[in-house]
């Protein structure tokens, strides 16, 4: 009985995260082709397999090429302000696009992979990023803002870390952030 317990647990390490990736791929590709083809539905009369898919990716890369273009820059720069004006509604418009922008955009701030060590327990450490070198605008001279992402989650917590108590590590960024969400199963390449 133990060994087939043992061969399930094994089944269940190879079958788990590739049928879990295989669910959140299919169940994102049946919604966005979904979502496009209802919209694009009262156009055609018959639904075509992976037309919405199609659609939502070249209407997006046309939709970033235009505002990228200097005439819609005013537009652009219109909608921000009115975002960022409006109560409730600019707390999440700021914080998704300063997320975004840390990842995809032209300002990344995952890219300075670190060692953070803590004095209680002594010896205990913790990877995470350096996301700001200059907290003196809040009085803190001394410290660095260091996101620690969670593993297998999409959150995190952002320590003040006095910048002797922080080491950086030569390694590319992506892969680092793969080891640290992964909860240090991934290999990384130095």
Same mark, same amino acid.
């Given at each position: 009985?133990?060994? *087939?317990?043992?061969?399930?647990?094994? @089944?269940?390490?190879?079958?788990?995260?590739?049928?879990?990736?295989?669910y959140?791929?299919?169940?994102?590709?049946?919604?966005?082709?979904?979502?496009?083809?209802?919209?694009?539905? =009262?156009?055609?009369?018959?639904?075509?397999?992976?037309? @919405?898919?199609?659609?939502?990716?070249?209407?997006?890369? *046309?939709?970033?090429y235009?505002?990228s273009?200097?005439?819609?820059?005013?537009?652009?720069?219109?909608?921000?302000?009115l975002?960022?004006?409006?109560?409730?509604?600019?707390?999440?418009?700021n =914080? #998704?696009?300063?997320?975004?922008?840390?990842?995809? @955009?032209? +300002?990344?701030?995952?890219?300075?992979?670190v060692?953070?060590?803590? &004095?209680?327990?002594?010896?205990?450490? +913790?990877?995470?990023?350096?996301?700001?070198?200059? #907290?003196?605008?809040?009085?803190?001279?001394?410290?660095?803002? %260091?996101?620690?992402?969670? &593993?297998?989650?999409?959150?995190?917590?952002?320590?003040?870390?006095?910048?002797?108590?922080?080491?950086?590590?030569?390694?590319?960024?992506?892969?680092?952030? +793969?080891?640290?969400? &992964?909860?240090? %199963?991934?290999k990384?390449?130095?």
């Amino acid at each position: 009985m133990k060994t *087939i317990l043992n061969y399930f647990f094994r @089944g269940i390490l190879i079958i788990f995260p590739v049928a879990l990736t295989a669910y959140l791929a299919y169940s994102t590709i049946i919604w966005t082709n979904s979502l496009f083809n209802n919209l694009l539905f =009262s156009w055609f009369k018959y639904e075509i397999p992976g037309l @919405g898919i199609i659609t939502g990716f070249t209407l997006t890369t *046309i939709f970033g090429y235009v505002m990228s273009r200097t005439f819609a820059r005013p537009i652009v720069f219109l909608f921000e302000k009115l975002m960022t004006k409006t109560p409730f509604i600019n707390i999440v418009y700021n =914080s #998704l696009k300063d997320l975004t922008e840390a990842f995809v @955009g032209e +300002r990344k701030k995952f890219t300075k992979p670190v060692i953070v060590e803590f &004095s209680e327990p002594v010896g205990m450490k +913790r990877f995470g990023f350096i996301t700001e070198d200059s #907290l003196s605008h809040f009085g803190l001279e001394n410290d660095v803002a %260091v996101y620690c992402p969670h &593993s297998y989650n999409v959150s995190g917590n952002l320590y003040i870390v006095p910048r002797d108590k922080v080491t950086p590590i030569k390694t590319d960024p992506t892969n680092f952030m +793969r080891f640290v969400v &992964s909860g240090g %199963v991934t290999k990384t390449h130095v």
